[in-house]
């Protein structure tokens, strides 16, 4: 992980054309902490370098976020529809999982591997609600998280659903991703 420098962080504010003012309204610091940043006086914690960093990227235009990148028409079940109706869903949505809301709220996931596996103990299975074979839900971010956490996300989840205020709003999937980045 390469961090920026003093000079770096100063450099990139002043190609950008912003005040210490600026930045650090941008990042939710306050200015003289970007003053004593800029001059090698602290060393800042992480997380608000990061915030820092995050700023200047989003001043530079290259911030990409969740809002920007996710599906808002969610296709998803409720956990009291059948598992038959799941399965209908994505066959003809062509998605291989699905989330689970109830009311809009994430409440799990169901996919062709949950059903299969709920399956073996019994051939009706169909029948079922999704609630008796669904897995834990997929994460959830807020639709201002960036593209670098949904892509860390990503390497362990099938998907990332943004939500506002606890309610889903959009979905992200590595495609989505993709599209975006192309």
């Not at 309204?25 to 914690?45: C, F, K, N, T």
């Not at 911030?63 to 994505?90: L, N, Q």
């Not at 860390?152 to 979905?171: E, F, M, P, Q, S």
């Amino acid at each position: 992980m390469n961090l920026p420098t003093p000079g770096d962080l100063l450099e990139r504010r002043e190609e950008l054309e912003l005040t210490q003012s600026e930045l650090a309204e941008r990042a939710g610091v306050s200015q003289p902490l970007i003053a004593r940043i800029e001059g090698d006086d602290v060393d800042p914690r992480l997380s608000t370098l990061r915030g820092i960093v995050e700023a200047l990227e989003e001043a530079e235009g290259g911030v990409v976020r969740a809002a920007d990148v996710m599906h808002e028409g969610i296709v998803s079940v409720s956990p009291d529809d059948a598992v038959s109706d799941a399965v209908t869903t994505m066959d003809s949505e062509a998605y291989s999982q699905l989330p689970v809301l109830d009311n809009g709220v994430p409440v799990g996931s169901i996919s062709y591997t949950d059903v299969s596996q709920a399956g073996g103990e019994t051939d009706d299975v169909g029948s079922f609600p999704v609630s008796a074979v669904m897995s834990e839900s997929f994460p959830s971010v807020a639709p201002d998280a960036t593209v670098e956490r949904i892509q860390n996300l990503l390497d362990y989840y099938k998907a990332v659903v943004v939500t506002d205020g606890g309610t889903a709003v959009g979905i992200v999937t590595e495609a989505d991703l993709a599209t975006a980045v192309s």
